[in-house]
């Protein structure tokens, strides 16, 4: 789920309950990574792609680790994995926004550097996957011609697989 709210030259907003959300986890330690990801945002009504957003960003895990362990011995097999993780952390990046549709064809757009921060929990269902949840809340500045700051809560659910 996407719901942004535009103010400035031009004001709007958007809620689009259907997003996809793809992101890539880089871990640096037990306890940090980084983080890559891209979310898109179509409306169903009128098949246009309201929000577009790129980031980057950092993950820090509290009362979990992020890592699986494994350690065979002679004849001896040990392998830890947790069943839930918790993380927190930050994110920046751009997005282009629709802020008013003028039409079927002509839209307003700007496009926005974003920051904010999340926080999520994800459930382990197996040796490589998982069961994700998480929060996002992004604030932004425009720097295009159709110049809007925003407000934008990102809801997410879905799978997480480990390679």
Do not use: C
Not at 60 to 68: E, G, I, K, V
Not at 77 to 98: C, D, H
């Amino acid at each position: 789920m996407v719901n942004a709210a535009y103010t400035g030259p031009e004001s709007g907003s958007v809620s689009i309950p259907m997003a996809m959300h793809f992101e890539y986890e880089l871990i640096r330690s037990a306890t940090s990574s980084y983080t890559f990801d891209n979310t898109i945002a179509i409306d169903s009504q009128d098949s246009k792609t309201k929000y577009y957003g790129t980031h980057i960003g950092g993950r820090y895990y509290f009362s979990s680790s992020n890592l699986n362990y494994s350690d065979v011995g002679e004849g001896t097999s040990i392998s830890i994995i947790p069943k839930w993780r918790f993380y927190y952390g930050w994110n920046l990046g751009v997005a282009q926004v629709v802020v008013r549709s003028l039409g079927t064809v002509l839209d307003a757009i700007s496009t926005i550097l974003e920051y904010g921060g999340h926080v999520g929990s994800i459930y382990q269902v197996g040796k490589s996957w998982g069961v994700e949840s998480k929060f996002s809340y992004m604030m932004g500045n425009g720097f295009s011609s159709v110049s809007v700051d925003s407000t934008v809560i990102q809801l997410s659910f879905g799978g997480a697989y480990y390679f």
